[in-house]
């Protein structure tokens, strides 16, 4: 009877040192987990901070092939962040005609109305397809509307800047 004894009390203390085992590893991995969302929320973030731009000169110009009326606009960097990613910055335009806004979404080729695209990217040589601080390009919006009266441009990471076209 001892033996058996012996016998259960050694399985027990297997089982609670597994148990153990198991619950420090998945609190350690738990950790690891909030911890690497914290570093990569606070990279975000910074990210944020560094990246600006501004709308520096705008205009409007009628376009004869689809009759509506497209928007020509400078933009320039002016914070400390690269902004290369265009597949994600968007342009919401407001037209009074239709009393609406619009979406519009990015285009490497000058597209169909809807759509913006990058029509002068200057003359850098370094980073052609990336707007360094201090750089401009020229953009253009192929509106759906034919009265844009404003316009924001957001990037990936939520920075935006806006106009007011007269």
């Known amino acids: 009877m001892a033996v058996g004894d012996l016998i259960g009390a050694a399985v027990g203390v297997i089982l609670l040192v597994i148990v153990a085992y198991l619950l420090v590893g998945s609190v350690i991995s738990t950790a690891l987990v909030v911890s690497n969302a914290q570093k990569s929320a606070t990279l975000l973030e910074e990210n944020q ?16 092939q689809y009759s509506t009326i497209d928007i020509n606009c400078t933009i320039t960097n002016t914070g400390n962040e690269v902004i290369s990613d265009f597949t994600h910055m968007d342009i919401i335009v407001y037209d009074t005609g239709t009393n609406d806004f619009q979406l519009y979404t ?38 759906t509307g034919t009265s844009p009266a404003w316009f924001q441009i957001t990037t990936g990471n939520g920075v935006y800047a806006s106009a007011s076209l007269s």
């Not at 901070?49 to 004869?64: A, P, R, Y």
């Not at 000058?110 to 750089?135: F, Q």
């Open 106 to 143: 990015y285009s490497s080729a000058l597209g169909a109305p809807g759509t913006w695209t990058i029509v002068d990217k200057g003359s850098d040589v370094i980073h052609s397809s990336e707007l360094d601080p201090g750089n401009t390009y020229r953009i253009l919006v192929r509106t």
């Open 49 to 64: 901070l560094k990246t600006d731009f501004t709308i520096v000169q705008t205009g409007l110009e009628q376009d004869s």
